[in-house]
């Protein structure tokens, strides 16, 4: 059986300040909306301070905090794999690495032909969907 293609992952930078900001404000998320300014970038919340919206999608984990994303962001990434990364900066206003002089950062790379049947499913409002290409 050919291991799950991942969605979303994280660098070990980014993990790092994943396990610091779980370890402050315990049960995170993100989110990535593709609005102007801060919702182009993925943004960190507490879990109970963010309502995911009923037609966002989840497209994984990393480092245990669930990674959603807007319908029309996923529409324009679907063909590629997001790699969540951290760089010197100012965060998102509202995002929990704000005030570190770090932010977090979105890179990506395209699926190859390989890997697109064996990509994890996303869901939508908590339920699995079927995979989309």
């Known amino acids: 059986m050919t291991p799950a293609v991942p969605r979303v992952t994280v660098t070990p930078a980014a993990l790092d300040l994943l396990h610091v900001l779980r370890a402050e404000h315990g049960d ?18 507490r879990k109970d301070e963010f309502i995911i919206g009923d037609e966002d999608i989840r497209l994984g984990e990393i480092g245990g905090a669930p990674f959603y ?34 932010r977090f950062l979105t890179r990506s790379r395209l699926f190859d032909d390989a890997e697109l ?11 699995p969907a079927l995979a989309e290409r």
């Open 28 to 45: 995170i998320l993100f989110h990535q909306s593709g609005g102007c300014c801060d919702g182009s970038s993925p943004m960190c919340f």
């Open 69 to 102: 994303m807007s319908p029309s962001q996923f529409d324009y990434w679907k063909h590629t794999q997001l790699i969540i990364d951290v760089v010197p900066g100012r965060g998102g206003m509202f995002s929990l690495e704000n005030g570190r002089e770090v």
């Open 117 to 127: 049947p064996n990509l994890t499913p996303i869901e939508r409002f908590g339920t």
